[in-house]
């Protein structure tokens, strides 16, 4: 059993300062994605979606909080905890939850599942089932924007665990010799599949890891969605000025299991409690839009009420829309 976690507030630039609109729309972002997997995990246990699906329950603020210091036409690439970032990029929930049950109205017409989905329009570069596949290709799509002098940068998301493997460092290095306007977001949520950064990692201080290539990192407050955004408007401004690389540590936890298969006996109850209770971004913010008089309780449980709907919807498309023909596994084949 790994010693159980502690909630920390993390170093770091203080929150960001955001209007009245800019909050709501981060809670409205955040619970949007809260009530989607939920229904996933619904429809998984229904048998409705079949084969992996990780959910991103706990880990909202790190998403929507980067997504909100970004630009039109910025790129997102990440692993295969992506219902999240889909959604933030502005994907349809429909079309999300129709690929997760492997129809044709999915974003990859039912052939990708939860952990392959990709949209061009949204400039959202996938869903990666192997650990850490995402971080060249991330580091790709910066040298390509610095190739064409498009000002664009590419956040590049990577949990605890892929840290570890041996492309990040190979693309580290390239990133820095390179100076490419990548963003690597390692969303540490403290465990892997189940084992924790302190049993599996030498240095767990994530930030760091770009030391010895002279990549200058910052460890956040992952549960914090304003301390979010402020870090990665720096993040952005540091890349856009041609400066190279840089790494953002999000210190966040997922309240389910790495999968829906994954009982997670390798943490305690008391743990767990502890994030939701003390800790959970969407409560934290909450709280300030209440305190500062932005809405009242009645008028966020009527927003509550909205996304269900949404997310309802989307389910039923989901079940509605029919199954690719068999056809499609000859199309967009590269010979």
């Not at 990577?158 to 490419?180: H, I, P, R, T």
């Not at 767990?272 to 009242?296: G, M, W, Y």
Request: one cysteine or more.
């Amino acid at each position: 059993m790994a010693k159980a976690g502690t909630a920390p507030r993390t170093a770091g630039a203080p929150a960001a300062k955001a209007s009245k609109a800019e909050l709501l729309e981060y809670y409205r972002s955040m619970l949007l994605i809260r009530r989607f997997e939920e229904k996933a995990g619904q429809l998984y246990g229904m048998g409705l979606i079949g084969g992996f699906c990780h959910l991103y329950i706990g880990q909202e603020a790190v998403v929507v909080g980067m997504q909100a210091a970004i630009s039109t036409g910025d790129e997102v690439i990440t692993a295969y905890r992506d219902h999240g970032h889909m959604l933030a990029s502005g994907m349809d929930p429909a079309g999300v939850m129709a690929e997760l049950t492997g129809r044709s109205g999915g974003y990859s017409k039912g052939k990708g599942g939860s952990m392959h989905m990709f949209s061009r329009e949204k400039n959202f570069f996938g869903g990666h089932g192997i650990v850490g596949a995402q971080i060249p290709i991330g580091t790709g799509l910066s040298f390509a924007n610095k190739y064409r002098g498009n000002d664009r940068v590419c956040l590049t998301y990577f949990g605890d665990g892929a840290a570890n493997q041996g492309q990040v460092f190979e693309s580290f290095n390239m990133a820095e010799l390179w100076k490419l306007p990548v963003i690597y977001v390692i969303e540490n949520n403290q465990y892997a599949m189940g084992t924790s950064v302190e049993r599996s990692s030498a240095e767990t201080h994530l930030f760091k890891r770009g030391a010895s290539f002279n990549i200058p990192g910052e460890q956040v407050d992952g549960m914090d969605v304003l301390a979010v955004r402020s870090a990665g408007d720096k993040a952005v401004k540091w890349c856009r000025e041609g400066n190279g690389p840089i790494i953002l540590e999000m210190k966040t936890y997922r309240y389910r299991g790495h999968s829906m298969s994954d009982p997670a006996k390798y943490r305690t109850r008391e743990e767990v409690d502890q994030f939701r209770e003390k800790r959970d971004p969407i409560d934290h913010l909450r709280q300030t839009i209440v305190d500062a008089k932005h809405a009242s309780e009645d008028e966020l449980k009527e927003l509550d009420k909205e996304l269900r709907a949404i997310v309802n919807h989307a389910a039923e498309f989901a079940q509605t829309s029919p199954e690719p023909d068999p056809a499609e596994l000859w199309t967009e084949i590269v010979h």
